[in-house]
Antibody
Framework: EVQLVESGGGLVQPGGSLRLSCAAS????????MSWVRQAPGKGLEWVAN????????NYVDSVKGRFTISRDNAKNSLYLQMNSLRAEDTAVYFC????????????WGQGNLVTVSS | DIQMTQSPSSLSASVGDRVTITCRAS??????LNWYQQKPEKAPKLLIY???SLQSAVPSRFSGSGSGTDFTLTISSLQPEDFGTYYC?????????FGGGTKVEIK
């Protein structure tokens, strides 16, 4: 059974840092692009970043460039999102998602992890 | 960046109705268009990928069509469990933008 389990969220002050993790199981993690998608409270979905199978290619939405870093450890079947210089507008539920091929959809999602940026 | 515009933003329909949601891209995205359903407090679920391919285990009442800039999601006969918010997403070019969503309510 495919499973994606996010962890590492919580309350952080503006300007602070947080690292999200996503533990994958039930599929060959190293074969897939992976993505992070977020959803602010009461708002729609926003794609945040993605990473190629071997980590050699990464893409970000403009609003997080220079502050967030996506990475992966294929030996640990894990995806990460390092979030620095956090702002109130980064408050959201963060989902990790498996991507189905080059230019493919997010075909499996984790349950989500809430990050709250507030003083 | 490619902008995705969905309409309507919300709709209310009866069980058995045919429902259509549209999504327009700000530039040509070929067929790289995906549709998701999200229920409250849940993760999104993939319904349609590559504009018209039905994801495994998704009921056949869901269908997608379109190419280039204009796309449609159709629910041929609305069922009570189809409530939720529906999102389109382009996977043609990063950032892989989503539409604003269409909230579907059952009358």
């Amino acid at each position: 059974e495919v499973q994606l389990v996010e962890s590492g969220g919580g309350l952080v002050q503006p300007g602070g840092s947080l690292r999200l993790s996503c533990a994958a199981s039930g599929f060959i993690f190293s074969n897939y692009w992976m993505s992070w998608v977020r959803q602010a409270p009461g708002k729609g979905l926003e794609w945040v970043a993605n990473i190629k199978q071997d980590g050699s290619e990464k893409n970000y939405v403009d609003s997080v460039k220079g502050r967030f870093t996506i990475s992966r450890d294929n030996a640990k079947n894990s995806l990460y999102l390092q979030m620095n210089s956090l702002r109130a507008e980064d408050t959201a539920v963060y989902f990790c998602a498996r991507v189905g091929g080059v230019r493919g959809p997010c075909n499996f999602w984790g349950q989500g992890n809430l990050v709250t940026v507030s003083s | 960046d490619i902008q995705m515009t969905q309409s309507p933003s919300s709709l209310s329909a009866s069980v058995g109705d045919r429902v259509t949601i549209t999504c327009r891209a700000s530039q040509n995205i070929a067929g790289y268009l995906n549709w998701y359903q999200q229920k409250p407090e849940k993760a999104p679920k993939l319904l349609i990928y590559a504009a018209s391919s039905l994801q495994s285990a998704v009921p056949s009442r869901f269908s997608g069509s379109g190419s280039g800039t204009d796309f449609t999601l159709t629910i041929s006969s609305l069922q009570p469990e189809d409530f939720g918010t529906y999102y389109c997403q382009q996977s043609y070019s990063p950032p892989l933008t989503f539409g604003g969503g269409t909230k579907v309510e059952i009358k």
